[in-house]
């Protein structure tokens, strides 16, 4: 069946802008999950979805991050006022439950702002 | 205190020889995960291998295999018979929490040992 998939796969945006980051997740997977890969930082624990509640918002950097899931599938990952330290890639996951089972992730979205 | 400690930045091996790709964690939860993944150039995560800490077993697929030392904390990587196609960064990551547990599940990550395997 189809893997997660991830959209753009890059975008390169400008300081200041506001971008959204798509997850589409596995078929059937109650929870998903939004990580960040950089130089700097490795991999990092944004936030969690289970269904449609966040109930784990813990890894957020600061307010300018947001994130929603609608219809217990898509997500979308928001960054208002791109900042230059916001550049990295966006990972996003997906697993049938939290306790059990792997996360299996997606391409990633590389954001680079200049 | 680092939760997951991958102290290899990089790792060398001649193909057809075996790897061992170290991994150290730090919980005090009595429940929890462990897994290693590979990402290749191409910036997939590929989930490799799972070892719960519960596991009398150590877990093993195909040529992966986890050796895993509860009392050392320690969760190695052994690749038996490398592949040109193993040439690649490998993170081991943590799960904590059980059913009811309060960490819904996400992963931790160490930094990471990238992999050369040599013709």
């Known amino acids: 069946g189809a893997g997660v998939s991830q959209s753009p796969s890059n975008k390169v945006t400008e300081k200041g802008k506001d971008v959204e980051l798509r997850c589409d997740p596995i078929s059937g997977h109650t929870a998903l999950y939004w990580y960040r890969q950089s130089l700097g930082q490795g991999l990092e624990f944004l936030i969690y979805?289970?269904?449609?509640?966040?109930?784990?918002k813990s890894g957020l950097p600061s307010d300018r991050f947001s994130a929603e899931r609608t219809g217990g599938s898509v997500s979308t990952l928001t960054i208002q006022r791109t900042q230059q330290e916001d550049s990295a890639v966006y990972l996003c996951?997906?697993?049938?439950?939290?306790?059990?089972?792997?996360?299996?992730f997606g391409p990633g979205t590389r954001l680079t702002v200049t | 205190a680092q939760k997951i400690t991958q102290t290899q930045p990089g790792m060398f091996v001649q193909e057809k020889e075996a790897v061992t790709l170290d991994c150290t964690y730090d919980t005090s939860d009595p429940s929890y995960g462990l897994f290693w993944y590979k990402q290749p150039s191409s910036g997939e995560m590929i989930f490799l291998i799972y070892q719960g800490s519960y596991d009398q077993q150590n877990a093993t697929e195909g040529r992966y295999s986890l050796n895993f030392q509860k009392a050392r904390k320690s969760a190695n990587l052994v690749i038996s018979a490398s592949q040109l196609g193993d040439s690649a960064m490998y993170f081991c990551a943590m799960r904590e929490g059980g059913a009811g547990g309060t960490s819904y599940g996400k992963l931790t990550f160490g930094q990471g040992t990238i992999l050369t395997v040599h013709p």
């Open positions: 979805f289970q269904g449609n509640s966040a109930p784990d």
């Open positions: 996951a997906s697993s049938y439950g939290t306790t059990v089972g792997e996360q299996y």
